[in-house]
């Protein structure tokens, strides 16, 4: 909820901000788990709970850097079908910085950069 709230959500009530955040929740797989704090998630479900976060404000492009760095394999598979997912059904715009190339073969185009240069 905190990013509807520091935006100050051009007059939303909580209850609509609470709604919102669970819908989101829910979007991740975690709607059961709402009142849950951040130490009772494992590092799959407080990755998809930042991905509720950055999508609660709509935005139209997400960027995610390393997206999979702190997870195990299934965890971390779970959040990047979830992204891509997200990306077909929402028509989102995603941006990922990885230096999986497993993780980057599942893209629609890849950017190679190195020393801040474009290189393929």
């Given amino acids: 909820m905190l990013p509807l709230i520091v935006k ?15 819908k989101r929740l829910k979007d991740v797989g975690l709607g059961e788990r709402a009142d849950h704090k951040p130490n009772q998630l494992s590092g799959g479900e407080q990755q998809r709970v930042a ?10 492009l997400l960027l995610c850097d390393e ?9 971390g598979n779970a959040v990047i079908d979830l992204l891509f ?10 941006v990922i910085v990885t230096h999986d190339e497993t993780l980057a ?10 020393d801040g240069i474009f290189v393929a």
């Fill in 51 to 60: 991905v509720a976060r950055a999508l609660i404000n709509d935005p139209a």
């Fill in 67 to 75: 997206p999979t760095g702190n997870l195990d394999s299934a965890s």
């Fill in 85 to 94: 997912d997200l990306n077909a059904r929402e028509r989102r715009t995603l």
């Fill in 105 to 114: 073969h599942r893209a629609s185009r890849i950017v190679h950069i190195k």
């Fill in 8 to 22: 100050g959500n051009l007059g939303a009530r909580n209850r609509e901000i609470e709604e919102k955040a669970l």
